[in-house]
């Protein structure tokens, strides 16, 4: 199974994004075997308007295989849902309920996990996404399943990073003890490719499209170089469920 991640759009309406984000579609589209999915792990956005997402949305429709995406702490839940997946907010859910959904392909599960607090940089799984979490990791029984979201549960280094990072990473390694059919945990947020582990598994943050994070040890100004090419990550995983994940980054 051939999984591509990108992550970290921040569409606004400018050009320069919609360049970024534009250039990563066509190299996708351009492989000699296309992806069994694309995964987009937040920061669609980069305020949360309807007219972002409706960037997002006929962009991300060029592509040939299907997309499936989780909100980041610049995305909007209300627009996200409504523009995006097309979908209203069910009349029994407040409209800033989380945005959780599960996806399939190529034999594996996907869980997209709502990570973000309205208005705020840091991350939260909250209890309603837990509990989505564990019942439906308990439902696909032994289905080889990637849990992914925007905000990294890890330490990675880097000040901003690690400040801004998922808050509660105890309950998540708590909702995934001994599950065996997990083969690695997926995450943006970080502006860089990263790979580390979490809970005894693989986790691994996927570059950012709209610029790279600069690292402390690093030399030049600024929190992000906004020149550095965009990035892909590619996760590679074996058949039949195999627990072995290779992942390759590229820039484009």
Known sequence: MLLAQISDLHLDGEARATE??????DYLRSLTRQP??????????DHGTPAEYAEAAALLAR??????????????RTAYRKVLLGEET???????SAVNRLHHAAGYAFLLLDSSIPGEDPGLLDDETLDWLART???LGDTPTLPAFHHPPATL???????????NPGRLAEALAG?????AILTGHAHTPAATTFAGLPLLAAPGVTSTLRLPWEPGEGLTSRTAPPGVAFHVLGENG???ITTHFRTV
């Open 36 to 45: 069994d999915a694309v995964l987009v792990t937040g920061d669609i956005a």
């Open 90 to 96: 069910p009349p029994e859910a407040p409209a800033t």
């Open 137 to 139: 990791l308990d439902d």
């Open 242 to 244: 195999s627990d072995a």
């Open 63 to 76: 592509l040939d295989a299907p997309v499936f995406t989780c909100p980041g702490n610049h995305d909007d």
């Open 179 to 183: 599950r065996s059919n997990i083969p």
């Open 20 to 25: 970024r984000a534009t250039r990563v579609v």
């Open 157 to 167: 280094h880097h000040p901003y990073v690690d400040s801004t990072a998922l808050t």
